[in-house]
């Protein structure tokens, strides 16, 4: 969707008000309605209606606001910035805000600001419309695909025994930025040999070792939208039973992936993926959704929940990631990042080894 189609499904009131609290409370649909590619923009406003979109930002973001050509007013202190949030709402009776990534203390003081007014909750609406990407959004997304994807080689060809996981860490996120990534989009996950079954591991000082699993679960941030891969080498030989988890991941993947295309219910195709796996000597050790949305968010929106029929619609960018998982001995995912398509999909990252890569 486009940022103006928000505004054709309100219905109780014309105007939004986003307002960011501090770094852990951006609110990403201040991006999503201004296009910002930089700046952090903490405690800023945007607000909003169908014709204008105007900025309320603090004097050290003032370059960056300006830089969206869209309005923009400038305050010094937190006291101005209520005032004028205060002054350019004065007199609407009903605001829209994103009560979604609203903090408590934020919808508070807002409230405390704005005495007259009722305030309505307008979330879905904008989750509704920042899960289908309009050109622009496509075009940033598959950046952050290409870049993630193609650094991957020279991560490989760099592992050495001895190597920590954070080493591996800092290779793809100096690889992506050095390949054109504004930053990586999330704290990129390696975990060497066991490690590798743990999910969301977060990487630390082990060692990698011959016949260890390189799992790296990575992602770059292109101009605020992100990628999210994850692939798994072996390092050295890789036994049978490493060739088999990986075999089996890699056809859930495939079969999976297969039936997204617009209309399709998202939690059927995590099923699929769930039975390959589920038939196997590997039945249970799948224990997450097959994928999500991607976006201004690496989580921006469900999409492969195993729980929510959820339909697919025409231009949502959602993960694909089977994974088996055994505590103790390791784990395989493989995750790529596709565009939903009328009658099908496109793979935006790079194809996946169609067998496990051993790393010599
Ligand atoms: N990239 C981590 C995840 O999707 O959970
Ligand atoms: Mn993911």
């Known amino acids: 969707m486009v940022v103006q189609d928000i505004f054709r499904n309100?219905?109780?009131?014309?105007?939004?008000?986003?307002?960011?609290g501090g770094e852990n409370a951006i609110d990403k649909t201040f991006f999503y309605l201004t296009g910002a590619e930089s700046g952090l923009f903490e405690g800023s406003a945007v607000i909003a209606n169908e014709d204008r979109i105007e900025l309320i930002a603090y004097n050290l973001e003032e370059q960056s606001a300006r830089e969206t050509g869209k309005e923009v007013t400038v305050v010094d202190t937190k006291r101005q910035m209520e005032?004028?949030?205060?002054?350019?709402?004065?007199?609407?009776n009903k605001i829209g805000v994103n009560l979604e990534s609203l903090t408590a203390n934020m919808f508070s003081s807002i409230k405390k600001l704005l005495p007259g007014s009722e305030f309505i909750d307008v979330s879905k609406i904008i989750a509704d419309a920042r899960t289908t990407k309009s050109p622009d959004e496509i075009k940033k997304l598959r950046e952050a695909a290409r870049i993630g994807s193609e650094i991957y080689t020279d991560v490989l060809d760099n592992l050495k025994e001895g190597m920590k996981e954070t080493d591996v860490a800092a290779d793809l996120v100096h690889g992506m930025m050095r390949g054109g990534a504004t930053g990586p989009s999330f704290m990129p996950i390696v975990g060497f040999g066991s490690n590798s079954s743990i999910p969301h591991y977060f990487p630390g000082e082990r060692k990698l070792k011959k016949g260890d699993f390189v799992l790296t679960d990575y992602g770059a941030l292109y101009k605020r939208y992100c990628s999210d891969i994850t692939r798994t080498a072996v390092f050295g030989r890789a036994t049978d039973q490493q060739k088999e988890m990986y075999e089996i991941v890699r056809r859930a993947q495939m079969e999976s992936m297969h039936m997204i295309k617009a209309g399709a219910n998202g939690r059927l195709v995590d099923r699929k993926a769930l039975e390959v796996i589920d038939a196997t000597k590997y039945k249970g050790r799948f224990m997450?959704?097959?994928?999500?949305g991607l976006g201004l968010e690496v989580h921006d929106h469900s999409a492969l929940g195993r729980t929510e029929d959820l339909e697919l619609k025409e231009n949502m960018a959602i993960t694909v990631e089977p994974g088996i998982y055994i505590p103790d001995y390791g784990g395989v995912r493989i995750e790529d990042d596709v565009l939903v398509k009328k009658d099908?999909?496109?793979?935006?990252?790079?194809?996946?080894?169609?067998?496990?890569?051993?790393?010599?």
Do not use: C, P, R, Y
């Open 344 to 360: 099908g999909f496109e793979q935006i990252t790079g194809n996946s080894s169609k067998e496990l890569l051993e790393v010599s």
């Open 288 to 292: 997450h959704g097959l994928g999500h």
């Open 10 to 20: 309100l219905q109780e009131t014309d105007t939004i008000l986003i307002m960011n």
């Open 83 to 92: 005032e004028k949030v205060a002054e350019k709402l004065k007199g609407k």
